[in-house]
């Protein structure tokens, strides 16, 4: 069960500085699998082509965060980090890459946890998939809750912060999804640029960090 974004050229992120972040609450540990909670991953083995925020591997019982690019003429994806994660508690995951240096960051709960060069994301045609590595068949499901997705065409954090509760659109805002309209199959996209998204086998909650969520 996920959601699907349209693909649109602003959500491609090969051509700027970028923030992605999600408030996440993961309900149960699958090691083998590599977890999706925002990807524009398709295809499979040497065709897969795009970018995910996903979970993978265990690390001492615990599964690890890990932002993948992969490029399908440049061989296999780099996964920026290992930091743990905990089960079954709201936590707040941003990604950020500085589009001259190449730099990219993961932070948890506002502190740097992990960094890396991997190579800029592809542009692609891919959707944008929440709850979900890659589309099916070849999946690889999150089994959790996922609220607050918000993308940004600028690096919002640099140093230890506060994760905001309840994110706002601004100027440098790509998409929003608050998740919080309890019915319907129609994710809302609050940046004014249209990217609405459409929940696939989905179900709405109500008891998120902020009480406003979607669980997957």
Not at 12 to 19: A, R
Not at 69 to 98: C, E, I, N
Request: net charge negative.
């Amino acid at each position: 069960d996920y959601l699907a974004v349209p693909h649109a050229p602003s959500l491609n992120l090969s051509d700027t500085s970028f923030t992605i972040e999600v408030w996440f609450l993961k309900e149960s540990l699958n090691p083998a699998d590599n977890s999706g909670l925002v990807s524009k991953f398709a295809g499979n083995g040497p065709n897969e082509n795009g970018w995910g925020l996903i979970t993978g591997a265990e690390q001492a019982g615990k599964p690890v965060m890990a932002f993948s690019v992969k490029v399908a003429d440049k061989g296999p994806g780099s996964p920026v980090g290992s930091a743990t994660l905990a089960l079954k508690k709201w936590t707040h995951v941003a990604v950020t890459r500085d589009h001259l240096s190449g730099t990219t960051n993961i932070w948890l709960n506002g502190d740097l946890y992990a960094t890396g060069k991997p190579p800029a994301p592809p542009k692609t045609a891919n959707a944008l998939h929440f709850g979900v590595w890659r589309p099916p068949p070849t999946q690889y499901w999150w089994h959790g809750q996922l609220d607050e997705v918000r993308i940004s065409s600028k690096i919002r954090y640099t140093q230890k912060f506060n994760p905001p509760l309840l994110t706002i659109a601004d100027k440098d805002t790509l998409a929003l999804w608050h998740l919080n309209e309890g019915t319907g199959e129609v994710a809302h996209d609050s940046s004014g640029n249209g990217h609405d998204g459409k929940l696939l086998g989905a179900s709405w909650f109500g008891n998120g960090p902020e009480c406003e969520l979607a669980a997957l």
